[in-house]
């Protein structure tokens, strides 16, 4: 079956600081990975993926196949990237359906 | 161009009763899925459809169903609603099978 971790629930760090969101997944075929974002007030908005390999807002994840880890980091925190983060997954070829991690809420102090 | 649209935004029902509710799909996508959100399960996927058909299930009871039409719009209804019902129910859009999905503002259903 296919899990989805997010081992924080909240993250703060400071302005200019690295951050780094974990997630773990559980699924037993090659998964593709993804993080959503949800600013406050506003609806959840895919980041990015990992079959991209872009860099969306200064956020980077690799997917890590033997750690079955798919962290998200970015080197220099800002303000407006406080928000709450989604780690999901989708298996199945030609599915939609998302299965996503408990989420992380990410502050950065000023 | 419009994002996802969701109506009604707020619903109040009792127990036992049931409730639909509306979701239309960016122009021109043909994938709608729908999630439920609540604090203690998080996000979890209910159902997709694609050209009318549904296409994928998740682990909810048969009180859970949707439909999608002709012109992609869908609705889900829920019957014989139950307290734990109560949540924030999320569709989204996509063009297809594994692309990006855009998700609506939601659906918050309580449960009295």
């Known amino acids: 079956a296919q899990r989805v971790t997010q081992p924080e629930k909240l993250l703060s760090v400071f302005k200019g600081a690295p951050v780094e969101l974990k997630c773990n997944y559980s699924y037993s075929g090659s998964p593709e990975l993804f993080w959503y974002v949800q600013y406050s007030r506003q609806r959840l908005q895919l980041l990015l993926r990992?079959?991209s390999r872009e860099s969306i807002k200064g956020f980077t994840a690799d997917l890590n196949k033997g750690e079955t880890s798919f962290h998200l980091k970015k080197p220099f925190a800002q303000e407006e990237d406080s928000a709450m983060y989604y780690c999901?997954?989708?298996?199945?070829?030609?599915?939609?359906?998302?299965?996503f991690g408990t989420g992380t809420r990410l502050t950065v102090i000023p | 161009k419009a994002g996802v649209t969701q109506t009604p935004r707020y619903l109040i029902k009792t127990r036992g009763q049931q409730v639909t509710l509306s979701c239309s799909p960016i122009s021109g996508h043909r994938s709608v899925s729908w999630y439920q959100q609540t604090p203690g399960q998080g996000l979890q996927f209910l159902f997709e459809y694609f050209s009318e058909t549904q296409r994928n299930k998740g682990n909810f009871p048969g009180r859970f169903s949707g439909r999608q039409f002709s012109n992609s719009r869908s609705e889900m209804n829920v019957s014989t609603l139950e307290l734990g019902d109560s949540a924030l129910y999320l569709c989204?859009?996509?063009?297809?099978?594994?692309?990006?999905?855009?998700f609506g503002p939601g659906t918050r259903l309580l449960v009295l």
């Open positions: 990992h079959i």
């Open positions: 999901a997954l989708s298996g199945r070829a030609g599915a939609n359906n998302l299965f």
């Open positions: 989204a859009s996509s063009l297809g099978a594994q692309e990006t999905q855009y």
